[in-house]
């Protein structure tokens, strides 16, 4: 596709439930982000991918949470043991970077969470 | 610790009233700083990057600089189309894997 896809662009679940978001990033890009954004707030950092591997977990808020990479293209976040503190709207971006690289991140339009 | 820290939090303007958004970062090493836009309901666009102090970049009404502990994002003459929220980013030596956001200035135009 031309851009950056993410799937389901709104999710509404259960406290207690898991939940996996998905993410379609731009056709050759080694580079893939995951972060956060609470209502009103900046973007949280939770994890960056290049190619299949995550060499920065740190922004991960809790192990309910976790993320995967396959064939150096989608990428899963999934959360587990929803609570709702996790609401929010998860945004993943994609760019050519290689590590420590400067190339600009391209967005998704993000996935809206509701956790009742 | 790198922090990115953002003024004002909301900005509302009449149309053509020229003005700048801050923002005041503190990092081990300044690898690159980047401005986005970000319309409702959308992920953010990207609008610059500055690699150095003294560096300016320029697309239509909006002109970025860079200083060692600081970046602007001046708006000349600005439209109602330019209303959105402009989000600050650095990238640091450090961690360079990690590009950390500005919590953002709402920038509204009135017409």
């Known amino acids: 596709g031309a851009g950056v896809s993410q799937s389901p662009s709104n999710k509404v679940t259960e406290k207690g439930k898991d939940v996996e978001l998905r993410c379609d990033p731009i056709s050759g890009h080694t580079a893939l982000y995951w972060y956060r954004q609470s209502l009103g707030q900046g973007l949280e950092f939770l994890i960056y991918f290049q190619g299949n591997s995550a060499p920065d977990k740190s922004g991960l808020p809790s192990d309910r949470f976790s993320a995967e990479r396959t064939g150096g293209s989608v990428s899963t976040l999934t959360i587990q043991r929803t609570q709702q503190e996790d609401s929010a709207v998860y945004l993943c971006?994609?760019?050519?970077?290689?590590?420590?690289?400067?190339?600009?991140?391209?967005f998704g339009s993000g996935t809206q969470l509701s956790v009742l | 610790e790198d922090q990115v820290t953002q003024s004002p939090e909301a900005l509302r303007l009449q149309e053509g009233e020229s003005s700048s958004l801050n923002c005041s970062y503190t990092v081990s090493g300044l690898r690159g700083l980047f401005w986005y836009r970000q319309d409702p309901g959308k992920g953010p666009e990207f609008l610059f990057t500055?690699?150095?102090a003294g560096e300016e970049k320029e697309k239509e009404r909006l002109k970025a600089t860079l200083t060692k502990k600081e970046s602007f994002l001046h708006i000349t003459a600005p439209k109602p189309e330019d209303s959105a929220t402009y989000l600050c980013?650095?990238?640091?030596?450090?961690?360079?894997?990690?590009?950390?956001f500005g919590s953002g200035t709402r920038l509204s135009i009135r017409p």
């Open positions: 500055l690699y150095s």
């Open positions: 971006a994609s760019s050519l970077a290689r590590t420590g690289g400067r190339e600009k991140l391209f």
């Open positions: 980013a650095v990238q640091a030596d450090s961690s360079a894997s990690k590009i950390i």
